[in-house]
Nanobody, 126 residues
Framework: QLQFVETGGGSVQPGGSLRLSCRIS????????LGWLRQAPGKVHEGVAC????????YYADSVKGRFTISRDNAEKTVYLQMNSLKLEDTGIYYC???????????????????WGQGTQVTVSS
């Protein structure tokens, strides 16, 4: 059974930083595309950042390029999202996701994934 443990969410002022972590157990990550999707209040899910399983290629939403960095550690079964220069519009629930049969672009653009974590709240407010 797949289990996701997401940590690192919280409240921060605009311009601040947060680092989300997601440890995944129940399968080997080597062949899974991983990503972070988010849902802002009253809006549909949005792909934020996604990373390929083999070559490390990444995809970022235009709204977070240059501010967010996704990385993964397959040995630790963990995916990270470093978020810098946070803005009010970054507020939302952030979900760690995994899928074996998609690319990093597909996961973030559609957005879709077979497996989802429970989500962690990120609130940016002054």
């Amino acid at each position: 059974q797949l289990q996701f443990v997401e940590t690192g969410g919280g409240s921060v002022q605009p311009g601040g930083s947060l680092r989300l972590s997601c440890r995944i157990s129940g399968f080997t990550l080597d062949h899974y595309t991983l990503g972070w999707l988010r849902q802002a209040p009253g809006k549909v899910h949005e792909g934020v950042a996604c990373i390929n399983s083999t070559n490390g290629h990444t995809y970022y939403a235009d709204s977070v390029k240059g501010r967010f960095t996704i990385s993964r550690d397959n040995a630790e079964k963990t995916v990270y999202l470093q978020m810098n220069s946070l803005k009010l519009e970054d507020t939302g629930i952030y979900y760690c996701v995994a899928d074996r049969d998609t690319t990093e672009r597909g996961m973030c653009v559609i957005p879709y994934a077979d497996y989802w974590g429970q989500g962690t709240q990120v609130t940016v407010s002054s």
